[in-house]
């Protein structure tokens, strides 16, 4: 077969220069022999290709099923895939379906923009699509509040053994990488506006995608990846300041910088807040985050002092965090949520947790700062 790189930037020439028909048959030399996902990638292009040569030829009907066939293929794909930037091509498709659907004409067609060789297949995970796990130390706490919901009693001590947990949520840009490899749809959200920037977390997956994300990622890096269970959860939300309300210390969530102007319309990015003495980003705020638990109202009246893990079965799986859309926007760090593991909110993402790895261990608990001047 002739190389295919070479292939690639010859259809990518002729598609820019209008030459539709010619670059759809360059582009399907190389998409015959492709495999996936490289494989729906090229029959996107072809598709666009098809569809703007039946455009020109006055094929309204076939014009507008090739161009939606396209874009159907290409969602889900990272912004950046195959050395074009997917993301501008899909854009400009979707401009020039809504001219096509409407009786008009298009007058600019949209250009592919290359910005690298043409590379087959997916790469390895790059930096940014890989979780940045916290190695944290095992020990003791008090898990609950006395104070709290009855959920949340008896407050008990439990102790966790080391464990690593991700830096922040999973990222959409991360879970992009996850559907692409496997053919898993994209979270229910990905594509709406406020939600769809490649450092939102991922909102909307069922409690079976992320555990099928963990999966995967455990596949991909031969490590085990999970979610992370209540208990670890909540350790690792208090960042070593026991019997403490939030992850800072007790200062009401409205002394939390910003507070009023944040989460007006949905999730922030990651990370946009200070993180917690553990180095953790958004425990307790910004999206519910599930856990590895079946969810039990009275559990701990049971539960083991040692790893708990949750009941043996149940209906609900247990969630930890704050939320986006809640009239308080924080969560205390002993406050517990649950949902049936099929439901896919637009609140709701998750965190992977791993076994202990060689990383650095997180600095010692700091005395808590006023959450003003964090």
């Not at 996107?44 to 098809?50: D, G, P, R, Y």
């Not at 401009?95 to 060789?117: H, K, Q, S, Y």
């Not at 790895?357 to 964090?374: D, F, K, N, T």
Request: charge should be neutral; charged fraction near 25%.
């Amino acid at each position: 077969m002739k190389d295919a790189q070479a292939l690639f930037h010859r259809g990518v020439e002729l598609f820019n220069r209008g030459d539709f028909f010619e670059c759809h048959e360059v582009l399907e030399e190389i998409w015959t022999p492709a495999r996936q996902p490289e494989r729906w990638f090229l029959q996107s292009l072809i598709h666009f290709a098809v569809g703007f040569h039946h455009h020109r030829r006055g094929n309204v009907i076939g014009a507008v099923r090739q161009l939606t066939k396209g874009l159907r293929k290409i969602q889900g794909y990272l912004p950046e895939w195959g050395g074009v930037r997917t993301a501008r091509i899909e854009r400009e498709v979707r401009r020039c379906l809504a001219v096509i659907e409407a009786g008009g004409a298009v007058d600019a067609f949209p250009c592919i923009e290359p910005f690298a060789g043409y590379q087959p297949g997916p790469a390895p995970l790059p930096p940014a699509e890989l979780p940045d796990i916290v190695a944290l130390p095992g020990g003791e706490f008090l898990m609950g509040q006395a104070d709290g919901r009855d959920e949340e009693r008896p407050v008990h001590r439990v102790r966790v053994s080391p464990f690593g947990l991700a830096r922040t949520p999973v990222t959409n840009a991360q879970y992009d990488r996850f559907c692409l490899e496997t053919g898993h749809p994209p979270s229910k959200f990905r594509r709406q506006p406020g939600f769809d920037r490649p450092g939102h977390p991922v909102t909307g997956p069922s409690w079976f995608d992320a555990a099928a994300y963990c999966e995967w990622l455990a596949a991909k890096t031969g490590r085990r990846f999970r979610l992370p269970a209540e208990a670890e959860w909540e350790w690792a939300a208090r960042g070593g300041l026991e019997g403490r309300l939030y992850p800072w210390g007790d200062d009401p969530v409205t002394s939390r910088e910003n507070y009023g102007s944040r989460w007006l319309a949905g999730p922030e990015p990651v990370a946009t807040s200070a993180p917690n003495a553990y180095g953790l980003f958004d425990m307790c705020e910004n999206v519910h985050e599930w856990c590895a638990d079946w969810y039990g109202r009275t559990y701990y009246a049971a539960s083991p002092a040692e790893d708990p893990t949750g009941p043996a079965e149940g209906v609900r799986r247990a969630s930890r965090g704050g939320s986006w859309r809640h009239h308080v926007k924080i969560a205390r760090c002993a406050a517990r949520s649950s949902i049936p593991p099929e439901f896919e909110y637009a609140d709701y993402g998750f965190r992977v947790a791993c076994d202990p790895v060689g990383a650095v261990s997180p600095p010692p608990p700091a005395e808590p700062a006023s959450p003003a001047l964090s």
